[in-house]
């Protein structure tokens, strides 16, 4: 059974892509799984670093599939990552935000071109990790649609947290109308940093998921602020394979976050 998660957060910079390279990687390593990164945002970060060769604008791209006059078939903008066991669907640069505005005026049906995309290949995959834009727009609805699961990437800090109200308001919206079956998962907190004040941010966090219908736990421990994990991902290395202890660890803390959402989301299918 193939299970998809989107990434998400409309602030930029949080860690979105970071999250969903380093879970990719470890669903590859250490879960045995057979994998496909989408990049739904058009600045092609998850590209960059997991299929540099195809960035910017290509003939069949995620950008050419979701544009309606283009329409390309999912399976042509699919091309092997660097990873063994890992596939990407890259992004198409520029031509990906012009798609998402070329659906704004499509009548019906918009909402669901990422989801019917997906449909065509999804059972040569056990895992499918969308990578969300900094936006709310027509990407992250099309992701959102098309997911079984929503992972929120956060910041702690004094405005980390402003806007989640917004995030979490158009994921109603998305399971009021267009997908009744999805599911926030998990909260993962990045770039923390050991301080008296990330403790109040926490429990700011925890305060603000309090009030959701279904409780979203936030996944321990926070991953910390740390230099070798933006190194490793402009040298498109895995953690486990960049040759340091702490960057080892920080692997397996991956590892176990697979672990509790694919656990929270067969107990959800229960
Ligand atoms: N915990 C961390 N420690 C150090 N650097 C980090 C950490 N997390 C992310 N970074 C770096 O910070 C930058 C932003 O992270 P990332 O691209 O993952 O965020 P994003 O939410 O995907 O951004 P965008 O909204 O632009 O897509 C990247 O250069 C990344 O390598
Ligand atoms: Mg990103």
């Not at 697979?258 to 959800?268: A, H, K, N, P």
Request: aromatic share 4%.
């Amino acid at each position: 059974m193939t299970r998809t998660i989107a990434f998400a957060n409309q602030k930029g910079g949080v860690g979105k892509t970071t999250t969903t390279v380093n879970i990719a990687r470890a669903a590859i390593t250490d879960h045995g799984l057979k994998v496909l990164v989408i990049d739904a945002d058009p600045q092609g970060n998850a590209t960059k670093v997991l299929a540099p060769e195809h960035q910017g604008s290509l003939d069949c791209s995620l950008a050419t599939v979701l544009d309606k006059a283009k329409s390309t078939p999912m399976s042509d903008a699919i091309v092997a990552s660097e990873w063994v066991g890992l596939d990407v669907a890259p992004a198409g640069s520029d031509d990906l935000a012009d798609a998402a505005q070329s659906l704004v005026t499509m009548k019906a049906g918009r909402e669901s071109r990422l989801k019917r995309a997906i449909a065509e290949i999804a059972d040569r995959y056990d895992l499918i990790l969308i990578d969300c834009p900094p936006s709310l727009d027509q990407l992250p609805i099309n992701a959102f649609t098309a997911a079984d699961a929503v992972v929120v990437v956060a910041e702690l800090g004094q405005f980390a947290l402003d806007g989640l109200d917004r995030l979490l308001d158009t994921i109603e919206i998305i399971q009021e109308y267009t997908n009744s079956d999805l599911k926030i998962v998990a909260t993962i907190i990045n770039d923390a940093q050991q301080t008296k004040r990330m403790e109040h941010w926490r429990s700011e966090l925890g305060s603000i998921l309090k009030q959701l219908p279904v409780p979203v736990p936030v996944l321990d421990p926070p991953v910390q602020r740390a230099t070798f994990i933006a190194e490793a991902q402009e040298a498109g290395r895995g953690l486990d394979e960049w040759g340091s202890a702490k960057a080892s660890v920080l692997h397996q803390t991956y590892v176990q976050y697979l672990t509790t959402i694919l656990d929270s989301m067969r107990e959800g299918e229960n």
